[in-house]
């Protein structure tokens, strides 16, 4: 399978400071932004974006529209790229999630993902006006309701039959019957399984259980340490998290962090951090790969400018080398990541509701 490039669109960049590039910053909350932004990547061969979203605003910058509504948006704009939306399990409702993240990829003709987050904030808690015993074991459970829901229609259950008026055959709908520690769900969903069978489900390396997981996000300090975790991961694929601030036509990488970071300074994420020329950056993305790393999500220092290099020399030299192939037309993302699409768990034990 080709080496996989994603890339996270989600307002300026990754540096906190980066949104004061954008003149007025609060065009990064519309949507010429984030169009022009998907477009970009759609056209120099990015197979997927991940849209960013947390149960609170940002800290700074003129704020965010949900990913889930975004990824929407980006699905309609687009025909080959793949999108992934950030969406929490903490206080979400898994039931709505399902329905969501469904519907983005009915819009998408099966381009979506879903990238699984949690979170134990005291002040998410605070403006939630309730606590979470254990937001670990929520996102584990949320991510199985989800993915039962999604099964919940079988993929011939719609039948649109004229003669007798039924558009359904209830027999291929089913309970999914979840009973947690802190909620039930009884099912079935209220749209259709998606185009996918299964969106692609990507988390981070640990948060849920690998069985669950197609995508697993690997952090690390350095290559060697991106490799040693991923090669335990039990994921099948596994991308490496990686913060790029290169060079510009006009500035080199070191010098945009330092001005940025006069403002703020750009906080360790644990993941790995190239800066410098596109050259080194294709280098390292050539090092991944050999790792046994199945692709990388780029965090861009400032979104546009470091897009624009990417576009222009870093994809364009993985691509004539080989190592990179743009998605096809016509083709899903779980198809595009060489995944199997995945047979209602319901048809298989010829279950019934």
């Not at 984030?34 to 997927?48: K, Q």
């Not at 199985?144 to 649109?160: G, I, N, Q, T």
């Not at 750009?266 to 199945?294: C, E, Q, V």
């Amino acid at each position: 399978m080709p080496f996989v490039l994603a890339v996270e669109i989600d307002g300026g960049g990754a540096h906190p400071a980066a949104w004061r590039t954008a003149a007025p910053p609060d065009t990064l909350v519309g949507p010429r932004h984030l169009r022009h932004v998907a477009e970009v990547a759609e056209r120099a061969g990015f197979t997927l974006v991940t849209i960013d979203d947390d149960l609170l605003p940002p800290e700074a910058g003129p704020g965010r529209i949900g990913a889930v509504e975004r990824a929407g948006f980006v699905a309609a704009a687009t025909t080959v790229l793949g999108v992934a939306p950030v969406v929490s399990t903490t206080y979400s409702e898994p039931f709505h999630v399902s329905t969501q993240l469904a519907s983005v990829d009915h819009i998408a003709s099966g381009r979506a993902g879903w990238v699984v987050s949690a979170s134990a904030r005291p002040e998410a808690a605070a403006a939630w006006g309730r606590a979470t015993a254990d937001p670990l074991q929520e996102a584990v459970d949320a991510v199985r309701v989800v993915r039962a829901l999604w099964d919940s229609w079988e993929d011939d259950a719609v039948v649109r039959d004229v003669a007798t008026g039924r558009y359904l055959d209830r027999d291929r709908l089913h309970y999914v019957d979840f009973t947690g520690a802190t909620y039930s769900i009884k099912g079935p969903a209220i749209v259709p399984r998606p185009p996918q069978g299964q969106p692609v489900v990507i988390a981070p390396r640990g948060l849920v259980a690998d069985a669950e997981v197609d995508v697993a996000l690997i952090g690390g300090a350095d290559v060697d340490a991106v490799r040693r975790t991923a090669a335990a991961s039990g994921t099948p694929l596994a991308f490496a998290e990686l913060e790029v601030a290169l060079d510009t036509d006009t500035r080199d990488g070191a010098e945009r962090v330092a001005q940025l970071d006069a403002y703020t300074s750009w906080p360790s994420t644990g993941r790995l951090r190239y800066t410098g020329g596109p050259n080194g950056l294709t280098i390292l993305l050539r090092d991944l790969a050999a790792a046994g790393l199945h692709g990388v999500r780029i965090h861009p220092l400032v979104l546009g400018e470091d897009l624009a290099v990417l576009s222009r020399f870093v994809v364009p030299a993985l691509v004539r080398a080989g190592l990179v192939a743009r998605p096809r037309p016509g083709t899903t993302l779980r198809t595009t990541l060489g995944l199997p699409r995945p047979q209602s768990r319901f048809a298989a034990t010829g279950g019934r509701a």
